[in-house]
Structures are given as C-alpha cells and as structure tokens.
C-alpha cells in the first residue's frame, strides 16, 4: 500500500491566519481525502481531492474555508483558512487506489491548535 | 440516525480473553467494511476489510459481518496489552468511494 507523507506535523497558528498542510504519496494513487478528527471524535470527512480539478466537499464544509488542491496523482494541500479556535484539531490526508477497495492509507496527521 | 454507530467504550478485557467490538450501519448498498485501530496520538491503521457475509480469519482478528443485520464485528483473540486502542468502523459509502467512520470503540487489554 501507499506510504503518505504529512507535513507539518503540528502547528500552533494564531486566529484569522492560514495555514496549508500536504500531503505526499510515493506512488500514484487515483484517490485522496482530507479528514478532520476532533478532540475524542472520530474521522469527519472534509473533503475528496480531485486531480485536475475543483474539490468536492462534504455538508457543512466549504472552498472559502478548506481550500484544497491536487495538481498531480501524488500531491494534494489543504488550507484551513482564516482559523479560529475551533478549527483546533488533526487534519489527516488519506489515499486509496480506485478499484482495490483494499482500505485507505493515512497520512500521520497534522495536530492544529488555533490560539 | 449516524450512517455508522459504535460503542464509544471503554471497553476492558482482561489479558488472554476475547474482546468484541460491534458497529452497525445504516446504508443497506454498503458493501466493503474496514476495521481501523488507533493509538493514541497517532493516525488510524487498516487492521482488516470484508465484503462477503460471514467471517474472515487473519491471525488473532476475525472480522464478521452480516448484511442482513446490517453490523459488522471484530473479535480480537488471546487480547494482548498492546492491543489497547480505539477501533474503529468504516463503511464505504454505496455508490462512491468515500469511507464514514464510527466514533470508535476504546479498548483497554487489562495486564
């Protein structure tokens, strides 16, 4: 399977700044998303990042806030945007390949904290 | 009603025994489920997947699933301290290719 890379690792970001997180994978992979895990929940999908074009999001989650970009088959960023202190929590990339339906892949995580 | 529901837990058993962990699901077209574990601090991990009703064996995990039903579980056999984590449910949602995770079940493997 895919290995990802995530980086940053953790951030603390003071509120009404951005900041980008991204992600690498070292094969191409047909598929990514971004999750959001808060403080004792569980994974919330943001988002899936489409290669070549617009992301599609999830209820309750919008471009103007999580902009996200995936310009080749290996690489996608997120921005969480103009934070606030509730955007504290760990942003995780995920990977699959189209087809196998043999599990995602996570990245090791971003732990976010907006002060 | 969540489209996945697990036992937030805690969950104890103590060393050696078999621990249980149930999820149900809403989504009657679901067909991959995934069990995830999770260490504290860390990014969820792919234990095992099914498709089929039944049961699926890899080394002391077996997953079962019973789409009837609509749950799916995961025994965990001759439990260790090390198995201590979140477990968590994920069920590809029909139709796509994105995965809905349960809040997860809190394990605890008493020494």
């Known amino acids: 399977s895919a290995v990802i890379s995530q980086k940053p690792s953790r951030d603390i970001c003071q509120r009404g700044t951005s900041l980008t997180i991204q992600c690498q994978v070292d094969?191409?992979?047909?598929?990514m998303f971004w999750y959001r895990q808060q403080p004792g929940q569980s994974l919330t999908l943001i988002a899936t990042?489409?290669?070549?074009?617009?992301?599609?999001?999830e209820s309750g989650f919008v471009i103007d806030k999580f902009p996200i970009s995936r310009p080749n088959l290996t690489f996608s960023t997120l921005t969480v945007s103009n934070m606030s202190p509730e955007d504290s929590s760990i942003y995780l990339c995920?990977?699959?390949?189209?087809?196998?339906?043999?599990?995602?892949?996570f990245g090791s995580g971003t732990r976010l904290t907006v002060v | 009603q969540k489209e996945v529901e697990q036992n937030s837990g805690p969950l104890s058993v103590p060393e050696g025994a078999i621990a249980s962990l149930n999820c149900t699901y809403s989504?009657?077209?679901?067909?991959?489920f995934f069990w995830y574990r999770q260490y504290s601090g860390k990014s969820p991990e792919l234990i095992m997947f099914?498709?089929?009703?039944g049961d699926k064996e890899d080394g002391r995990f077996t997953a079962q699933l019973n789409k009837a039903s609509q749950y799916v579980s995961l025994l965990i056999r001759d439990s260790q301290p090390s198995d201590s984590a979140t477990y968590l449910c994920?069920?590809?949602?029909?139709?796509?290719?994105?995965?809905?995770f349960g809040t997860g079940t809190r394990l605890k493997v008493l020494a």
């Open positions: 995920s990977a699959t390949q189209q087809g196998t339906g043999d599990g995602y892949t």
């Open positions: 094969s191409q992979v047909t598929m």
């Open positions: 990042a489409n290669q070549g074009s617009e992301a599609t999001y």
């Open positions: 989504d009657r077209g679901s067909q991959s």
């Open positions: 099914i498709y089929s009703n």
């Open positions: 994920a069920v590809l949602r029909s139709g796509t290719y994105k995965y809905i």
